[in-house]
């Protein structure tokens, strides 16, 4: 399976159906079944602004579940769209019950 790894709360945000589009700088080909790996990091911000949304800790350093990422373009409506950015349009959320922990890297990658 391809493997995303993105900055928490935003994996959490994404697995748990919140988050529609994944704000990226660069476009990608793929389409399909993609994982979410919440990685290291956290964007202490938007932790501060929707970390309410969430049910539970944030888990670090493990994917966390999976989405269909089904388009990528560069005008999305979502409210989740970052203007000049790539946006990754998801759906089909689904969150493992049991995070599979496991080192993040740049890019998409492969399980």
């Known amino acids: 399976m391809k493997v995303l790894t993105v900055r928490e709360p935003w994996a959490s945000l994404i697995v748990a159906g919140i988050k529609d589009v994944e704000n990226r700088s660069w476009r990608t080909n793929f ?43 560069e005008h999305s409506r979502s409210k989740w769209a970052e203007p000049g950015m790539w946006h990754w349009v998801l759906a089909d959320p689904r969150k493992l019950v049991h995070p599979r922990p496991m080192p993040g890297r740049l890019g998409l990658w492969q399980t």
């Open 31 to 73: 389409r399909g079944r993609l994982g979410i790996h919440a990685g290291n990091g956290v964007h202490r911000d938007a932790l501060d602004a929707y970390g309410h949304l969430l049910d539970g800790k944030l888990v670090h350093g493990a994917l966390i579940g999976s989405v269909t990422l089904v388009d990528c373009i």
